[in-house]
């Protein structure tokens, strides 16, 4: 299938994801048509269904979010797979990057804030390393779009990607499902619960076993298969307790391994002077590395979580105790080849690891109303708290750790009043604290290849900054009909305050960047149309940061750098379109599309070292890019998705079905300069599965395919040594098989 008739498919599907589409069809009642089911989400922190939230969300369960992990990919596959989402990493499995609506962070430092919440279970994981807990056993994704302070955590400038677990029940339920594939693909997940004492204490485990088998080569050392690779262990235990009528607690234990490869980078492989394209004679299954240890990863989580709530009659009160813990370590070599033998012309060595060491214990209380009046209000507090050690190792300098303390509290109220059966006014508030403090620990320069003079190490005074500010939101929504309603939205968040000390690791100085404040306008529509068979959800957006928030990664000098830009703006829609056509066949689309620009006319940054790329910004004398009137850096300016699936009956026992699942990605800046190799676009992944399902015997047996194209897509840029980038992986064929109980 080429490229040119995949986008033309995808670009013609009006392209959306949505929630987990449901088909009302057992087999018992297959004679009824085949209709949308209800969604039901917790954008607001209340169960609402998704076409009464007058917000921009959107939700995945079921098929189309089991299909994207059939193959063991991490949380990075939800990327591009709903509307003006994407995610990438340069730190292999161990540390994702969120984007939405084009407005997220490139930074790969471990210490780097995200303007995208990612919670788990009710519980913010605000370190990066923490964002990539395994998903499996999961009952819903939500993406919620737009600046959601006003009750979600800290720094949600640009949304929250919501992930909940299914939770233990009193009817015992369970599944077993087991996935083999190509480049010694293997994927185990399983999970049991039921009632341990009957309407008392009801309990539920979940485990996952992700593996891949070695499959890049070592040109450079002869060696065959040793890195790509990686073992991933996950478990999750719950526990719930109903004493009585009035009262529940659910505790939640969960712990993560992860032994693999890091992200793997390969020099030059850019096509010098082409947008983004590989130069012919790249090689996905080889590298040429001389350093490195060939780019190991270890990472391990634990955490606990434990959820309270009383019914209180007419209000509800809810508490939620969090500790979370990882520790762990990646190494790599940066520059992707080797001094004078190339592949290409490679300047000097670089060689780097980083170990990091983060604990974060949250604690929040919500009283909320618990009636049926058209007055409905919630009001609570927020307390966070982390630490966060790094050591960054490096060949020239030696071994440098810094320490990061942050602390937050916070005040928040919201309230919706149903001025007539079609009329609903919502109004928050929330007040957040932070705090933030760097200290500089040990340097050691012994025993590397170059030995810095211990004199010249600089002794770095503690930085403590803080802030607080108001966030708010308003919205209406208003009920046009029994099919639809339209809604209209508005809101201010801020992300506090960054400390980006990776530059200290280098004898350079920390950098601040001042806190960034975004107001942001959104209009929307909402319809379950033709009989509850379509779903048509359309947002419009606008919206503008103030003191944007950038990283300068790289340039020459191969700095790490905070920037406060006067201001970035974004606009663009989104579409989310679900469509029953017949009992047997069911699509899904969604389109998105982000502009986005940094405005500051005076603002710049260092470009790619040793003149490999070619810089179409102004370059002004001193040598720096001027960025003024760029995009934001890695945000796709559109994306596309679409799925499709069929079935057609085998009797009355089971049936035969076809699902396949498409994601387009369009124009991405890869830094915050415009070059040509640095700019990407027309990139697309595919998935497939075909197989048979037995309503009789409960379970599915299944033929599947991730990127069933082959395709190589760019992924990401290293600029301060040579045209540096990495990629995906490659195709993976396999068979599962899934047993429900």
């Known amino acids: ?97 969120f984007y939405i609506r084009g407005l997220g962070n490139a930074d790969f430092d471990l210490a780097a804030s995200q303007p995208v919440s990612i919670v788990f279970d009710d519980v913010v994981q605000e370190n990066v390393v923490l964002k990539s807990f395994p998903i499996f056993d999961v009952e819903q994704v939500e993406v919620v779009r737009g600046p959601q302070g006003t009750l979600f955590g800290r720094n949600t400038t640009a949304g929250v990607i919501k992930f909940d677990s299914r939770r233990p029940t009193w009817e015992s339920d369970g599944y077993m499902k087991v996935a083999a594939g190509e480049l010694g693909t293997a994927n ?64 939640n234990v969960h712990q993560r391994d992860l032994d693999g490869t890091a992200s793997v980078f390969r020099a030059n492989i850019y096509e ?44 509800l009160l809810t508490s939620i105790s969090a500790y979370e813990r990882a520790d762990g370590s990646s190494k790599g070599d940066i520059d992707g080849g080797v001094v004078g033998d190339g592949p290409g012309f490679i300047p000097f060595d670089a060689l780097t690891e980083d170990r990091a060491d983060v604990s974060q214990l949250t604690q929040e209380i919500r009283l909320a109303s618990n009636t049926n009046d058209p007055l409905q209000w919630q009001l609570g507090g927020f307390y966070y708290d ?19 303390g942050n602390t937050s ?28 403090s760097l200290v500089v620990g040990e340097q050691n320069v012994d025993g590397f290849a170059l030995v810095i003079d211990a004199a010249s190490i600089q002794d770095y005074e503690p930085v403590e900054i803080d802030d607080g500010q108001l966030s708010w939101e308003a919205s209406l929504n208003y009920v046009l009909n029994d ?45 379950d149309l033709l009989e509850d068979t379509l779903r048509l959800n359309v947002a419009v957006f606008y919206y503008q940061i103030d003191d944007i928030q950038l990283t300068a990664v790289g340039g020459g000098g191969n700095f790490n750098r905070l920037l406060n830009a006067n201001k970035g703006v974004g606009k663009g829609f989104e579409v989310d379109l679900e469509w029953v056509a017949t009992d047997n066949l069911l699509l899904t689309a969604g389109a998105g599309f982000a502009d986005t620009e940094i405005q500051d006319a005076g603002l710049t940054t260092a470009y790619c070292g040793s003149g490999q790329c070619t810089v179409t910004d102004p370059v002004p004398v001193d040598g ?59 990139q697309f992944e595919g998935g497939l599965r075909l197989g048979y399902t037995s309503f009789v015997g409960d379970y599915e047996v299944a033929l599947f395919g991730r990127n069933i194209t082959d395709e190589e897509n760019i992924k990401g840029q290293i600029d301060f040594n040579n045209l540096t980038g990495f990629v995906n992986d490659p195709r993976v064929l396999g068979v599962e098989f899934r047993k429900n109980f």
């Open 386 to 404: 982390s630490d966060l050690d790094v050591t960054s190792i490096d060949g020239f300098y030696g071994a440098t750790t810094v320490r990061h």
């Open 624 to 682: 720096l890019a001027m960025i003024d009137g760029n995009p934001f850096q890695s945000a796709p300016e559109s994306v596309f998705n679409f799925t499709l699936r069929y079935s057609l009956p085998v009797g009355s026992e089971g049936e035969m079905f076809l699902f396949t699942d498409w994601a387009y990605q369009g124009e991405t800046h890869l830094a915050l300069y415009t070059a040509e190799e640095y700019t990407i676009d027309n």
């Open 409 to 436: 509290w916070a005040l928040f109220g919201q309230t919706s009043y149903d001025f007539s059966d079609a009329l609903t006014g919502t109004l928050g508030l929330r007040y957040t604290y932070d705090e933030k």
């Open 1 to 97: 299938m080429s490229k040119a008739f995949t986008h033309t498919l995808l670009a013609t599907a009006i392209v959306a994801t949505l929630p987990a589409v449901a088909v009302a069809a057992e087999s018992e009642t297959r004679h009824k048509a085949a209709v949308l089911e209800e969604v039901t989400v917790t954008a607001q922190r209340r169960s609402e269904g998704l076409q009464e939230v007058p917000i921009s969300v959107a939700a995945l369960s079921g098929e189309r979010l089991d299909s994207m992990f059939t193959a063991g990919d991490d949380i990075l596959a939800l990327a591009a797979r709903v509307p003006n989402l994407y995610a990438e990493s340069s730190n292999g499995r161990a540390a994702p990057r």
């Open 188 to 251: 185990i997940e399983g999970a049991f619960g039921g009632a341990l004492v009957e309407d008392k204490l009801a309990g539920r485990l979940s485990l996952l076993r992700q593996e891949r088998g070695d499959w890049i080569d070592n040109r450079y050392t002869g060696e065959d298969d040793v890195m790509g690779g990686f073992t991933e262990l996950a478990a999750r235990g719950q526990l719930l307790w109903t004493p009585t009528d009035n009262f529940s607690g659910l505790l």
């Open 483 to 527: 099919e639809s309603s339209v809604y209209g939205r508005i809101a201010e968040g801020f992300r506090a305050q960054s400390i980006q000390a990776r530059d200290v690791a280098f004898e350079g100085s920390p950098s601040i960047a001042d806190s960034e404040t975004i107001t942001s306008f959104e209009v929307g529509y909402k319809a």
């Open 272 to 315: 010098q002077g082409a947008q983004g394209e590989l130069k012919e004679n790249f090689d996905r299954d080889s590298v040429y590395f001389d350093n490195g240890d060939n780019n190991p990863q270890k990472y391990q989580s634990a955490g606990s979580s434990l959820k309270l709530e009383w019914n209180l009659g007419d209000m």
